[in-house]
């Protein structure tokens, strides 16, 4: 039971254009979520996170949207770099105290063209 | 200011054979996680301390796997009789309980079984 997907395997954007990652969740208990960047062979780095009582969280080129009637979030990087070629995965948690799993979809592949 | 610290980084052994992780968290981090990683999929939780405590462990952990965490320090996580399907990236993370959800993660450790 994948709670947390996203669909798009893969994805290629010009560099100084918009890139746009999207993830969908399917338990509406989830109330914190978090954006990691992946480089092969690396752990995963965070990037930015939002909170369920926010729809927008920004930080520099990155910004992170988040539609709870649609369970649906995105992670929107302004210009896209060639440094931001990786994989994104989206994260998701529930602030139930004892609950500290975070579970993760199955990653974006990013490929900045210059 | 040093991050998560993970060892050996790669390791390959023939199945049957038993294997150790470390893993040193960012210093006064009192929660430690240790994720699973496998080609095309997301980081899977596998369990976590608080302190020494070992609070929760995912059905994914089978008998054959340990972790541990003495003195609330360093974890390790041990594999015994190790299988091919063991085969992946063991990730570790740390955070600070109260300084909110984001957890960050170390290098991570390749294991290949042969």
């Known amino acids: 039971d994948q709670q947390v997907k996203q669909n798009s395997p893969s994805l290629s954007v010009q560099e100084g254009r918009i890139s746009i990652l999207n993830c969908d969740y399917t338990?509406?208990?989830?109330?914190?979520f978090l954006w990691y960047k992946k480089y092969p062979a690396e752990g995963p780095t965070f990037l930015i996170s939002i909170s369920s009582i926010k729809d927008k969280n920004e930080d520099g080129r990155f910004t992170v949207f988040l539609n709870k009637s649609a369970k649906h979030l995105s992670l929107h990087i302004v210009p896209s770099q060639p440094g931001d070629s990786a994989v994104y995965f989206c994260a998701a948690s529930l602030s139930v105290r004892g609950n500290e799993k975070l579970t993760f979809g199955t990653g974006t592949r990013l490929t900045i063209i210059p | 200011d040093t991050g998560v610290s993970q060892d050996p980084r790669h390791k390959i052994t023939k199945r049957g054979q038993n294997v150790t992780f470390r893993c040193d968290p960012i210093?006064?981090?009192?929660?430690l996680y240790w994720y699973r990683q496998t080609l095309g999929q997301g980081p899977e939780f596998l369990t976590y301390f608080q302190n020494e405590a070992q609070l929760e462990k995912s059905r994914l952990l089978s008998d054959r796997f340990s972790a541990e965490r003495p003195k609330g320090s360093f974890s390790t996580l041990e594999i015994q009789r190790t299988e091919q399907g063991d085969s992946a990236m063991y990730l570790c993370?740390?955070?600070?309980?109260?300084?909110?959800?984001?957890?960050?993660f170390g290098e991570g450790s390749w294991l290949t079984v042969v």
């Open positions: 993370a740390s955070r600070l309980s109260g300084s909110g959800n984001t957890i960050y």
């Open positions: 210093s006064e981090h009192n929660r």
């Open positions: 338990n509406s208990m989830f109330d914190y």
